[in-house]
């Protein structure tokens, strides 16, 4: 039995997705797994878990890290910061996936930053770090827009919100092991170990994506019913294919510049729990790696829950009558009202209760975060969309980068607690940006 349908088979068959199938030639006697878009999506998970491991242990270890390596505040502001300025290459990475496609391009990004997150646990001096950062960033500004491009390519529009905010989750869920990974390293060995734990997970992931991953239109275990349900369920106008992405006429889209604007103000959030919350809760709250191991992660399961409560606030409001982009822009404003919340981390007596809003801020960011990425694959075409997204994601890492630099070189003559105010606005600002900006496709 063929493996694939007689290459004569008419173009016309499907322009948008392909040409040919392999359930063309299964017979009618064959039952194929009808859910291949939901593994894909489980496997881009573990892609970012291990994405966001492999960022947020740097910033559960740093405690550990700058005591033994004599780095400053300042001199960690840089690390993290180099980090930020290597990420802002995502359009790049955007562009060579959309160029070049997701199965091998991703893998090669995925193997580059494991080799880098090995590195890590030869580093020495603050230096040495600060040039690993960058070049991890590099690589792992790719994780977002190939996150985006899987569900522009795999999934119908009504099904978008809630495939982005599936793989959103991994984005927390690495950041929900990263403590217990270092406790662990550190006082079973050293930190180092968690590094090279991280890096070779993600070696082993690359194997399992070049085995199982194929675009729809090759995918050899694809029925006939679950790719009409893919193809009949997006925009005709989304589901173009040229030769090469067409980045001057990306540049001059209003909406990419409204989207953009609402990440830049909205990312500092993250880089606050996933860079500095443990050196706070050790600075400020004195907590020991112990109590760092237990109690660190949750903000991160909590951003893990926003991931699914910003689709399903857009999935009420599409069955109460709310056009898809007004119920995306709600939902981000909701995540904004909640994101007040932060205001007040600072200022309360409590640790419990400081580390509760903690979690209130990665819930309601992650509310949002869902929602504005996920707004690329409503209006950019398909062969657009990664790219829109490492623009985007451009304008998020910026964001924290200018924070992170701030914050650094303030934060032992002022403080956390101005710092958390402002990110308790920057949302609002950002909700009014989607709201005024963003114009809805004809």
Same mark, same amino acid.
């Given at each position: 039995?063929?493996?694939?349908?007689?290459?004569? &088979?008419?173009?016309?068959?499907?322009?948008?997705?392909?040409?040919?199938? &392999?359930?063309?030639?299964?017979?009618?006697?064959?039952?194929?797994?009808?859910?291949?878009?939901?593994?894909?999506?489980?496997?881009?998970?573990?892609?970012?878990?291990?994405?966001?491991?492999?960022?947020?242990?740097?910033?559960?270890?740093?405690?550990?890290?700058?005591?033994?390596q004599?780095?400053?505040?300042?001199?960690?502001?840089?690390i993290?910061?180099?980090?930020?300025?290597?990420?802002?290459?995502?359009?790049? &990475?955007?562009?060579?996936?959309?160029?070049?496609?997701?199965?091998?391009?991703?893998?090669?990004?995925?193997?580059?930053?494991?080799?880098?997150?090995?590195?890590?646990?030869?580093?020495?001096?603050?230096?040495?770090?600060?040039?690993?950062?960058?070049?991890?960033?590099?690589?792992?500004?790719?994780?977002?827009?190939?996150?985006m491009?899987?569900?522009?390519?795999?999934?119908?529009?009504?099904?978008?919100?809630?495939?982005?905010?599936?793989?959103?989750?991994?984005?927390?869920?690495?950041?929900?092991? &990263?403590?217990?990974?270092?406790?662990?390293?550190?006082?079973?060995?050293s @930190?180092?170990?968690?590094?090279?734990?991280?890096?070779?997970?993600?070696?082993?992931?690359?194997?399992?994506?070049?085995? @199982?991953?194929?675009?729809?239109?090759?995918?050899?275990?694809?029925s006939? $019913?679950e790719?009409?349900?893919?193809?009949?369920?997006?925009?005709?106008?989304?589901?173009?294919?040229?030769?090469?992405?067409?980045?001057?006429?990306?540049?001059?889209?209003?909406?990419?510049?409204?989207?953009?604007?609402?990440? *830049?103000?909205? $990312?500092?959030? @993250?880089?606050?729990?996933?860079?500095?919350?443990p050196?706070?809760?050790v600075?400020?709250?004195?907590?020991d790696?112990?109590?760092?191991?237990?109690?660190?992660?949750?903000?991160?399961?909590?951003?893990?829950?926003?991931?699914?409560?910003?689709?399903?606030?857009?999935? *009420?409001?599409?069955?109460?009558?709310?056009?898809?982009?007004?119920?995306?822009?709600?939902?981000?404003?909701?995540?904004?009202v909640?994101?007040t919340?932060?205001?007040?981390?600072?200022?309360?007596?409590?640790?419990?209760?400081?580390?509760?809003?903690?979690?209130?801020?990665?819930f309601?960011?992650?509310?949002?975060?869902?929602?504005?990425?996920?707004?690329?694959? $409503?209006?950019?075409?398909? $062969?657009?969309?990664?790219?829109?997204?490492?623009?985007?994601?451009?304008?998020?890492?910026?964001?924290?980068?200018?924070?992170?630099?701030?914050?650094?070189?303030?934060?032992?003559?002022?403080?956390?607690?101005?710092?958390?105010?402002?990110?308790?606005?920057?949302?609002?600002?950002?909700?009014?940006?989607?709201?005024?900006?963003?114009?809805?496709?004809?």
């Open positions: 039995m063929p493996m694939f349908a007689d290459s004569r &088979a008419p173009a016309e068959a499907d322009r948008s997705m392909g040409t040919t199938y &392999a359930e063309q030639a299964e017979g009618p006697h064959v039952k194929r797994f009808p859910y291949i878009r939901w593994t894909i999506i489980g496997l881009f998970v573990a892609a970012m878990v291990i994405n966001y491991l492999t960022r947020s242990i740097l910033g559960v270890a740093a405690p550990a890290i700058m005591a033994e004599h780095i400053s505040s300042a001199q960690y502001s840089w993290t910061g180099a980090f930020q300025f290597g990420i802002m290459f995502q359009p790049v &990475a955007g562009y060579l996936l959309d160029l070049f496609g997701l199965k091998f391009g991703f893998s090669l990004f995925v193997a580059i930053w494991s080799l880098i997150t090995l590195g890590h646990g030869f580093a020495n001096g603050w230096l040495g770090f600060a040039g690993l950062r960058g070049a991890l960033g590099l690589v792992e500004g790719s994780a977002q827009p190939a996150g491009k899987v569900v522009a390519e795999w999934f119908p529009a009504r099904e978008r919100g809630v495939a982005g905010g599936i793989y959103q989750i991994g984005a927390s869920f690495g950041a929900v092991f &990263a403590p217990p990974l270092v406790a662990w390293a550190v006082f079973h060995h @930190w180092r170990a968690a590094f090279f734990v991280a890096g070779g997970l993600g070696l082993l992931w690359v194997l399992a994506w070049l085995f @199982w991953y194929a675009p729809p239109a090759r995918h050899r275990s694809l006939t $019913d790719r009409n349900l893919i193809v009949g369920g997006q925009e005709a106008s989304l589901a173009k294919h040229r030769r090469r992405p067409p980045l001057g006429e990306l540049l001059r889209r209003r909406n990419l510049w409204a989207i953009a604007a609402a990440r *830049f103000l909205a $990312d500092p959030v @993250w880089g606050m729990l996933s860079l500095w919350m050196l706070y809760l600075q400020a709250r004195h907590f790696l112990t109590q760092i191991a237990l109690f660190a992660w949750l903000p991160f399961l909590a951003a893990d829950l926003g991931c699914l409560f910003g689709p399903a606030v857009v999935a *009420f409001l599409q069955r109460r009558g709310v056009n898809l982009i007004d119920a995306r822009r709600g939902a981000f404003t909701l995540g904004a909640l994101m919340g932060m205001m007040f981390v600072g200022s309360v007596n409590s640790p419990v209760a400081a580390v509760a809003l903690l979690c209130l801020g990665g309601a960011h992650q509310t949002l975060s869902v929602t504005v990425i996920t707004l690329c694959s $409503d209006l950019f075409p398909q $062969d657009q969309v990664a790219t829109a997204t490492g623009v985007s994601g451009t304008a998020a890492n910026l964001g924290v980068l200018l924070f992170t630099l701030t914050l650094g070189s303030l934060v032992d003559q002022v403080g956390y607690q101005p710092f958390f105010i402002l990110l308790g606005l920057l949302d609002l600002a950002g909700a009014a940006l989607l709201w005024t900006l963003v114009r809805k496709p004809a």
